[in-house]
Structure formats: structure tokens, C-alpha cells
């Protein structure tokens, strides 16, 4: 199973939105592959055009999102953050982003950063100048607080796709149910027919044995032991009908509740 198969991207693209407009951290949620699931929000042209546009600065930033995670100091010295998206245990994408600073940079460290990446170091200055500063305690709060509400959302959209399947199942059973029980009260009403039919020959078998006298003693026996076994019947087929109304009540109040 993906997460896509689950998770409405919508609103998970709302709330990273969301966060990066509120907190000035960037952010993007990825697959178990790697892959982009959402928009990057709030990203910088500090780290997507100079840092990560070089090779040596992109080496060096695929090698933090390989092996950091948490809040984490990057290595051009800029706060980022890496968590799972957990489902049922398994991992099912992860949220990265962060690109902020704890203080004002050091604009003579970034120079030589630049010198070492081949970007020209003025460049590199003016665009560092644009990135957002915050406290580090806020910047690792902020982190878990993403965090937190992004696997909420998540637990909460995968448990109501696995319901919404326990359900279409229970409204197959309800429905075959209805069905079977529809079959027996249908059967119920032929049998009490038949009972009524035996119970009317009985009667008229016991008359019959009467006009014969000794000859038909018998048969007024049998006659009259058919008539037993057809009240006996009846009283059953009685009993099951009000069995069977007593169910279907309670798979109407079943269904009742499922479609609510």
C-alpha cells in the first residue's frame, strides 16, 4: 500500500503551506522513495539555486538528507529537520525542510563557504541575507510540532480508509443477511400454509374414520396424531416469525447506524 492510496494531499500540502507561512521554515514531504509527494514551501534560493546548484553543495546536502534526521545544524550552517511519516508501524514517507538560521549569519564564514563551493561569494552573502532567522529553541519546537500534527493527520486519514472498507464489507453482510432472512420468512409462510392443509385432511380423515366405525379406529389414530403434529408446526413456524422480525429490526437499526 502507498500513501497515496490513504492520505488526501490536499491537506497535507495545506498544513505544510500552513506551517512554512507561520513559522518562515521551509518544508516538503516525500514518499518511502524519495520522491516528492507535495510543493516545496517557503524553500530559498540560499540552498535550491547556489548550495544545492553546485556539485560539491549538493554532494554535501544529499549527504545531510541521507544521514540526518531530527533538527539538525546542515552543513553550510543553516537548521534543518528530517521525521517519519509512520503508518501501522511502517514508514510511509517522511517530512524534510528547516533552511532557517538560529542567529544572524557570519557573512565572512559564508564567503569562505562559497570560495569552497565555486559560487561566487557575494552572491552567496546576498542571498544568505534572505534567509529567515529564529530562535533555535523555536526552530526545534516548531519541527515537532510539524511533526506531530503531520502524523496525526495521517493516522487519522489511514484509519478512516481502513474503516470505510470494514464498513462496505458490513453493508455487503447486512445486505446478504436481509436476503437470507427475506428466503426464511418466505419458507416459513409455505410451511404454515402446508400445516393448515394438514391440519384441514386430519380433520376430515377423522370424520371419515367415524363413518367407518370399528373398521376406521386406526385410522382416526393417525389421523388424529397428523393433526398433533400439525398444531406442534404451526406453534414452530409461529415462533421463527417472530424470530425472524425480532433480527430484522436489529439489521435495520444496524443498517441505520451504518449509513449515518
Known sequence: MEIYDFLDMKK????????????????????????YMT??????????????????????????????????FCHAGLMDFAFDIIVDGERMGAMIGGQV???????????????????????YVRAVRKVPVSDESKIRASAKLLEMVVNQLVEMEYNQYKNSGRLTGLSDEINHATEVI???????????????????????????????????????????SMGDLSTQSAAIYGDIEKSVIEVTDAIEKLAGMYHQ
Open 12 to 35: 497535507l500540502q495545506d498544513i505544510q503551506d500552513q506551517f512554512s507561512n507561520a513559522t518562515g521554515l521551509a518544508a516538503i514531504a516525500v514518499d518511502a522513495k524519495g520522491e
Open 182 to 224: 427475506e428466503t426464511i420468512n418466505n419458507n416459513t409462510h409455505s410451511l404454515k400454509s402446508i400445516a393448515s392443509k394438514q391440519k384441514m385432511l386430519s380433520l376430515n380423515a377423522s370424520i371419515e374414520a367415524a363413518r367407518s366405525g370399528e373398521a376406521g379406529v386406526g385410522f382416526a389414530v393417525v389421523a388424529k
Open 39 to 72: 510543493e516545496g514551501s517557503n524553500f530559498t534560493d540560499f540552498c535550491m539555486k547556489y548550495t544545492r546548484g553546485t556539485a560539491e553543495g549538493n554532494r554535501r546536502c544529499v549527504k545531510c538528507d541521507n544521514e540526518c534526521t531530527g533538527t539538525y
Open 101 to 123: 538560521l538560529p542567529e544572524e549569519p557570519d557573512e565572512d564564514k559564508f564567503r569562505a563557504t562559497a570560495e569552497e563551493l565555486g559560487i561566487d561569494p557575494e552572491a
